[in-house]
Structure formats: C-alpha cells, structure tokens
C-alpha cells in the first residue's frame, strides 16, 4: 500500500497534499478493486437503518448513496487552518490470503503540527473518528461510519501498531504522528465490498474526479486547546476536530 516516507511528511503543505492525494488515487488503481468496476447499485427505496459494530462504533447505513459532503459542517472555528493537520498519506484493500488474516480496508493518515507540541490522548480519539467514502459524479456515499479509533503505527513498511503509552501520543513540533484507520466491512453500503468501495468509475482513469472521495475527522479536547493557544481565540468558539477531505472541490473543479 501506498505510504509517504518519514521525511516527506515534513514538509507538507495544503497544496502538496492535495497532489499526492491525486497521485495515490491515480496510480495504485490494483489497491482499490479486483476486476471491473461493478455498476451502480440501486439507490435504497427507503433509508436503511444504522447498525451497531463491534467495539462501538456505529454504521451509518442510513446515508447510503446520500450525497451532503465531501466536507461535513464545521463544528467550530479553525477546522481549516493550516495547522495542526490531518493529512492522507494514502488507502488501500488488501487480502492477506487464507490463514493470514482478513480483507481490510486500511486509510494511512498524519497529524502534522507547526511551532507547537501537540498532546494527543491515547488511544487517539477512542471512539471518536468518523469515516465517509463518497463515489465520484454525485452517486453519494458507498461506506459511512463514526465511532472509530485510530491506531498510531510507525513509519516502517509494513508498518506496525504503536502501544499507547500512559500519558498519550506527544508530537514535538514540526514532527508528524502516523495513523491508521480500518473501514469496517459492515459500514459498507449495499452492493460494495472492500476491495471496489475506493475503485474509480470509469477504473482506468487519468482524472481524479473519476475516483472517489474520502472525508475523515479525528477529534480530541487537546486540538481546541492547541488552536485557541495558537490564535489567541476564545477556546469555546474553537473546533476539537481535525477533518481531512481527500480531494476539495475547489481542488478538483467541480
């Protein structure tokens, strides 16, 4: 799977996310499907109800195919301030083959921040992560679900589970935390499966607004802090979310 290295997170900007986000989609076609991209499934005749998963985490099955993003509503302000940021650093499908595991759906992130330490609880943001796949040409959402929990790995590849120390996850500044956010199978909407929910339509494209959008927020109490530290703004007029949208549509032109 696609992964930026160590260095390349230091010297991120919005612009250059914004590039390698279209060049993860356009040239990793083989992590996003197996075989042809299916057809449309149907639109639900009714909204499906949400489901409860595992570990508490809630699939929004009931905004199947609904088409309200790719950036959900601010929940206060800075949420598009340059810093701290919640980058992609790519996503993936992957079969491990029998006896080794499970598919999975697997998004790489990072929190990047400027002058500033950032102090993040652990694990990070328990139960407090969101997920939305949008399909491209206005089809609306293929998975959504919150209530997740992001796994901090390191930089290697393959990259492995950090254990969440006692007193959180410290990033000194101009450093960067590597995460990991699974999609459950189950938050899928009907007719995809994980390895043709990230698939592009038509597949073989060379035009990022054929592939899909992925919207994720992260949220925790020490973002509000670092903000209002940072801006000298009122704390409660300040957003505890950090959301990253992998392709904006003043980006994208649509």
Same mark, same amino acid.
């Given at each position: #799977?696609?992964?930026?290295?160590?260095?390349?997170? /230091?010297? $991120?900007?919005? +612009? *250059?996310? &914004?590039?390698? !986000?279209?060049?993860?989609?356009?040239?990793?076609?083989?992590?996003?499907?197996?075989?042809?991209?299916?057809?449309?499934?149907?639109?639900?005749?009714?909204?499906?109800?949400?489901?409860?998963?595992?570990?508490?985490?809630?699939?929004?099955?009931?905004?199947?195919?609904?088409?309200?993003?790719?950036?959900?509503?601010?929940?206060?302000?800075?949420?598009?301030?340059?810093?701290?940021?919640?980058?992609?650093?790519?996503?993936?499908?992957?079969?491990?083959?029998?006896?080794?595991?499970?598919?999975?759906?697997?998004?790489? #992130?990072?929190?990047?921040?400027?002058?500033?330490? /950032?102090? $993040?609880?652990? +694990? *990070?943001? &328990?139960?407090? !992560?969101?997920?939305?796949?949008?399909?491209?040409?206005?089809?609306?959402?293929?998975?959504?679900?919150?209530?997740?929990?992001?796994?901090?790995?390191?930089?290697?590849?393959?990259?492995?589970?950090?254990?969440?120390?006692?007193?959180?996850?410290?990033?000194?500044?101009?450093?960067?935390?590597?995460?990991?956010?699974?999609?459950?199978?189950?938050?899928?909407?009907?007719?995809?499966?994980?390895?043709?929910?990230?698939?592009?339509?038509?597949?073989?494209?060379?035009?990022?607004?054929?592939?899909?959008?992925?919207?994720?927020?992260?949220?925790?109490?020490?973002?509000?802090?670092?903000?209002?530290?940072?801006?000298?703004?009122?704390?409660?007029?300040?957003?505890?979310?950090?959301?990253?949208?992998?392709?904006?549509?003043?980006?994208?032109?649509?």
């Amino acid at each position: #799977m696609f992964r930026l290295s160590p260095r390349s997170w /230091l010297f $991120l900007t919005v +612009p *250059v996310v &914004a590039l390698l !986000v279209i060049v993860a989609m356009l040239s990793f076609p083989s992590t996003r499907s197996r075989g042809d991209t299916p057809a449309l499934p149907p639109v639900p005749a009714t909204p499906l109800p949400d489901a409860a998963l595992p570990g508490g985490a809630t699939a929004q099955l009931s905004k199947c195919r609904v088409d309200d993003g790719p950036r959900p509503a601010a929940v206060g302000e800075g949420e598009k301030d340059a810093l701290p940021q919640l980058a992609y650093g790519g996503y993936g499908a992957e079969d491990p083959g029998p006896g080794r595991g499970q598919p999975h759906f697997t998004v790489h #992130m990072a929190v990047a921040v400027g002058h500033r330490p /950032l102090l $993040l609880g652990a +694990p *990070v943001s &328990a139960g407090r !992560v969101t997920l939305d796949v949008f399909g491209p040409h206005g089809e609306g959402r293929r998975a959504s679900v919150r209530g997740l929990t992001a796994t901090v790995v390191t930089d290697d590849v393959p990259s492995e589970a950090v254990p969440p120390p006692p007193g959180g996850f410290r990033i000194a500044p101009g450093k960067t935390l590597s995460l990991d956010v699974e999609l459950p199978a189950a938050a899928l909407c009907p007719g995809y499966t994980l390895f043709t929910v990230g698939a592009c339509s038509p597949e073989r494209t060379n035009d990022a607004q054929d592939c899909p959008v992925l919207t994720l927020t992260l949220s925790d109490p020490a973002v509000r802090d670092y903000r209002a530290a940072v801006t000298g703004r009122d704390p409660a007029s300040m957003s505890d979310r950090l959301v990253a949208v992998s392709l904006e549509p003043e980006i994208s032109g649509a």
